[in-house]
Structure formats: structure tokens, C-alpha cells
């Protein structure tokens, strides 16, 4: 009789089966932006999928902690580029994710953040029309603006202000979606355009300012949770790991699909909400307090993914609860480190 530990485990040879035959076709990707929340978790994603990745960042928001375990990869290298400036190497495929994403971050250099977004998005385009790469963009529910059409459908042009404290990321994801749509018709460059809802997960900055990483961090310290305006505003929060899923499957779809397309999880909750399940998770004796709303901060969002689902064969698979916990697990540990290392 055979010994049980000799019984093939079918997840296990499912996985190593996918990872041979991305193997086959290994790739040179570029990252850009991969130091960040995203980048750092598609880094690994794709390094574990036997491609070779460039991580390009200007280390703005970014952080090496973020990408530290990977620098054994002997398939991985960083390179230090601020992409306002054009960059020339070869690649197969490019991922644009840089720009800062929070808008305390994104609204401290408005100016930088518009050129990031437009001089970015033409850099990395010149370079996808040169090397013939495909070239991902991470376009942002944002370009729906505080929608009037909810749930929001990829066919809504938005409700956008372009003068505004938000008008530079806005505007400025909006002009690259543009610049996609115009390099695909004029050089046939191949594109992917995936517009992101609100995601959550490790990696996450401490100091990042979104909602979620800043309630786990003032639940977790025991200070007042800051809840912006009344807190009957929604978003719809996405796991990390089903978006990054969301990406390489958008990435593998036929030529002929452009997008763009919705990523997020269509769980809809108010601010409220999320303070409460976070108190509820961490077991925390903090108070929400109320400050004031910011300027043209959206009221409703929420993602309609059937085209994902009908194209990518893709949705989110983990619950907000869950989610919350493996995020609440790690903040734990890197504030537990950060404590020591103060008093070390
Ligand atoms: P992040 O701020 O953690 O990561 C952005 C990364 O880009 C950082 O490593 C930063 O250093 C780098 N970067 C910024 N400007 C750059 C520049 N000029 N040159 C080179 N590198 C630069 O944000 P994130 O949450 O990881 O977001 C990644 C991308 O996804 C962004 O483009 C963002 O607009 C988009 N997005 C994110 C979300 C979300 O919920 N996380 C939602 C919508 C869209
Ligand atoms: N928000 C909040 N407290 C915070 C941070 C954010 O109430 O400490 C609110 C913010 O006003 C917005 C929502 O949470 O209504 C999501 O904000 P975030 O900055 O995470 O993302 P975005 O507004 O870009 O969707």
C-alpha cells in the first residue's frame, strides 16, 4: 500500500502545473510604482510566477521594507527612476502603478502628482510602443468623480470637479486613460486598463491617511477613531489578494480587450460601518470622533464587476471581515517592532 504522505495533493500539483507553464513563457515585467501598498504584492505575485521583474520607483510613498524579502529573488532588481522622466530598457510587459495613491500623499505635491500621472503614463507608453510590451495602467474609481450613477458602470463618464484639492489625482488618471486610448488607435501599442476601487490589505503605510490603514492603526493604539463628516458616506473596500489576482488576469485576456474595467469588491459599507467592525476585530477601547468632511470627498462608491466577471472570469473572493483581520494582524506586528526598535 502506498503511504499516505505519498498521495499526491491536487492544489499542490494544480499550482506547480500553472507555474511551469508561466515558466515557459517567462517574462521581463516592469513595475512601476513597485515599492508601494500594490506594487510590492504584484511584485511577488509575478516573481513567484517565474517572471523577471524590474521594480521602478522614486520611493515617494514607497518603502524597502515593502520589498526587502524579495531581493533574494536573483529574478529581481530596483531601480531608483522617478517615471516624469523617460526611462529605456528592455521589457515584455509593463505594470503602471506609480502614483501616489492616498490623497493627503497625493494632494501634499499636487503639481508632482499631475506630471506623474501624465508625463508617466506617456514615458512608460513610448516605451511599450518601442519594445512592442503590453502596458497595464492602474486607473482609479476616482475617474467617476462623487458618481450621480450608482452602482458605477464603466460607461459613466463621472462627475468629476477639474478644479479642485482632488482634481490632480482625478484629472490626472483621467488624461492617462487618454493617453492609453490615443497610443492603442495610433501605434497599436497593446493596453490594459483597470480602474481600481478602494483596496486594503499589509503593506499598507502606517501613515498613509486611507481610511482603513488609519482606523487599524488608531484602533490598535487606542486612539480616537477620526471619522470624516457624519460617516454615512460608502466605499467598497477590496482585499489585496484578489485584486492582484484581478491584475494578472486582465493582463492575460486577448489583445482585442482594452478595458478599461472595474476592480473592487461590490461590498458596500458606510464609514460607520467600517469603524464599528474595526473596533469589533481589534477589541479596541477606542472612540470615534467626527471631523470635518473633505472637499469634494465622493459620497457613494461602489464597483458593478460584471464585466469583469463576464471578461476576466474574475471577483473578489475574500470577505471584508477576513480581510480586515489579516490587516489588523500585520499592523499589529509592525507596530510591535516599531515599538521596540523606538526603545532599543
Ligand atoms: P502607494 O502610494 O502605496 O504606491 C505608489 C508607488 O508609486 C509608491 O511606491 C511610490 O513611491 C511610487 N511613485 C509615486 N510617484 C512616482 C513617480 N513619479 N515615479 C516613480 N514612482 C513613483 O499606492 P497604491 O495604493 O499601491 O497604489 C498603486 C497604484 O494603484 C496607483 O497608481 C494608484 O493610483 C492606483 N490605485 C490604487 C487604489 C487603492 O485602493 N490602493 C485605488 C485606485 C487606484
Ligand atoms: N475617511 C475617514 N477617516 C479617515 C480617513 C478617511 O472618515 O481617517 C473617509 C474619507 O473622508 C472618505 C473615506 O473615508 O470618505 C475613504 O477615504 P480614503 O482616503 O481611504 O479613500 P478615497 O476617499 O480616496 O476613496
Redesign the pocket.
Known amino acids: 500500500m502506498r503511504p499516505i504522505n505519498n498521495r499526491i495533493n491536487t492544489d499542490t500539483l494544480i499550482s506547480e502545473i500553472r507555474i511551469l507553464r508561466s515558466k515557459q513563457q517567462a517574462r521581463h515585467i516592469m513595475v512601476a510604482g513597485g515599492a508601494g501598498f500594490l506594487g510590492s504584492h504584484l511584485c511577488e505575485r509575478l516573481l513567484k510566477l517565474g517572471h523577471t521583474v524590474i521594480c521602478v520607483d522614486n520611493f515617494s510613498t514607497g518603502l524597502e521594507r515593502n520589498i526587502s524579502h524579495l531581493r533574494n529573488f536573483k529574478r529581481f532588481s530596483v531601480i531608483k527612476h522617478d517615471v516624469v522622466d523617460p526611462i529605456d530598457i528592455e521589457v515584455d510587459e509593463i505594470y503602471n502603478l506609480a502614483c501616489p495613491?492616498?490623497?493627503?500623499h497625493y494632494q501634499a505635491d499636487p503639481v508632482h502628482t499631475m506630471k506623474t500621472s501624465v508625463f508617466g503614463a506617456l514615458n512608460l507608453l513610448e516605451l511599450a510602443a518601442r519594445t512592442g510590451a503590453r502596458i497595464f495602467q492602474a486607473s482609479?474609481?476616482?475617474v467617476y468623480g462623487d458618481p450621480l450613477v450608482h452602482p458605477q458602470v464603466e460607461g459613466y463618464w463621472g462627475n468629476v470637479n477639474p478644479f479642485g484639492p482632488?482634481s490632480c489625482?482625478d484629472e490626472g488618471k483621467r488624461s492617462a486613460e487618454t493617453l492609453f486610448y490615443d497610443f492603442h488607435q495610433r501605434y497599436d501599442v497593446e493596453i490594459k486598463i483597470a480602474r481600481i476601487?478602494?483596496t486594503?490589505g499589509p503593506h499598507m503605510r502606517p501613515d498613509d491617511?486611507?481610511?482603513?490603514?488609519?482606523?487599524v492603526v488608531?484602533a490598535l493604539k487606542g486612539q480616537d477613531?477620526?471619522?470624516?463628516?457624519d460617516?454615512s458616506?460608502?466605499?467598497s473596500f477590496c482585499f489585496v489578494d484578489d485584486l492582484i489576482e484581478g491584475f494578472l488576469q486582465l493582463m492575460a485576456t486577448d489583445p482585442s480587450f482594452t478595458g478599461p474595467v472595474n476592480l473592487g469588491n461590490p461590498g458596500e459599507f458606510t464609514?460607520l460601518e467600517?469603524?464599528e467592525q474595526v473596533i469589533k476585530l481589534t477589541g479596541s477601547r477606542s472612540k470615534t470622533i467626527h471631523?470635518p468632511?473633505?472637499k469634494d470627498?465622493?459620497?457613494q462608491?461602489r464597483p458593478d464587476i460584471s464585466l469583469a466577471q463576464h471578461k476576466l472570469g474574475w471577483q473578489p473572493l475574500v470577505p471584508l471581515s477576513t480581510g480586515l483581520e489579516k490587516t489588523i494582524c500585520y499592523f499589529d506586528r509592525l507596530l510591535t517592532v516599531e515599538a521596540h526598535e523606538w526603545v532599543g
Request: aromatic share 12%; glycine share 8%.
Open positions: 495613491a492616498s490623497p493627503p482609479t474609481s476616482e482632488r489625482y476601487f478602494n486594503y491617511g486611507r481610511v482603513v490603514s488609519n482606523f488608531q477613531i477620526t471619522i470624516y463628516g460617516g458616506q460608502t466605499r464609514i467600517l469603524a471631523k468632511l473633505p470627498d465622493p459620497q462608491r
